[in-house]
């Protein structure tokens, strides 16, 4: 079964917007963290922002948000202000036994953001 | 502070040739991981090392598939007798094994393509 799936391949949409990029998750594991990566087109995935399965706030990093929603099991990114660099693709990933030493990001298949001016 | 480094970035090779790559991991951190990209999917996980300890081990990683961490610094990733269906970004990653959170850092990855 997925364990990560981002539905939407691709997003527009237009600068100073917010956007809301989906993922949800698939995991009977009580202990886990859930991370988002932008992948511009150079390649390198930039860490954006984490949210651990016990944490009881939604986590924030500046103009990122992450709704994390425990019992639909759902992880979505929110870009507030979006800005002309925020194209890219973007990746929800997951690691499970957070506390058992396990160290393997599983990762969705991703959802291209496209920002216009 | 640089961030992760790999070298080559761009690798073209004949079916049937060896191929390493390097990884150079943030300073001070003591883990370090290698993926897969292929075209239109996420990152699949290949290995991990916690020092020069090679703790986990995908079954992606076929028997033609090595890697080191000698002394616990950078990484190779070889790729013996290469097949066409090894085209693909290969990233590094690593971390700091502070606190469960243990983000893991990118680097921009190498592209090898297999003719």
């Known amino acids: 079964a997925q364990k990560i799936t981002q539905t939407q391949p691709g997003m527009f949409v237009q600068e100073k917007e917010a956007v809301t990029l989906d993922c949800t998750y698939d995991?009977?594991?009580?202990?886990?963290?859930l991370f988002w990566y932008k992948q511009p087109s150079s390649g390198e995935m930039i860490f954006l922002i984490y949210?651990?399965?016990?944490?009881?706030q939604n986590a924030t990093e500046g103009r990122y948000s992450l709704n994390f929603q425990k019992a639909r099991k759902s992880a979505n990114l929110v870009i507030s202000a979006s800005q002309l660099g925020d194209s890219a693709m973007y990746f929800c990933a997951m690691r499970e036994g957070m506390n058992t030493g396990f160290q393997k990001l599983v990762f969705g298949t991703g959802t291209r953001l496209l920002v216009s001016p | 502070d640089t961030g992760v480094s790999q070298n080559p970035r761009h690798k073209i090779t004949k079916r049937g040739q060896n191929v390493t790559f390097r990884c150079d991991p943030i300073?001070?951190?003591?883990?370090l991981y290698w993926y897969r990209q292929t075209l239109g999917q996420g990152p699949e996980f290949l290995t991990y090392f916690q020092n020069e300890a090679q703790l986990e081990k995908s079954r992606l990683l076929s028997d033609r598939f090595s890697a080191e961490r000698p002394k616990g610094s950078f990484s190779t990733l070889e790729i013996q007798r290469t097949e066409q269906g090894d085209s693909a970004m290969y990233l590094c990653?690593?971390?700091?094994?502070?606190?469960?959170?243990?983000?893991?850092?990118f680097g921009a990855g190498t592209r090898l393509s297999v003719l």
């Open positions: 990653a690593s971390s700091l094994s502070l606190g469960l959170k243990n983000i893991q850092y």
């Open positions: 300073s001070e951190h003591n883990r």
């Open positions: 995991t009977s594991d009580p202990s886990y963290g």
């Open positions: 949210q651990g399965s016990y944490d009881q």
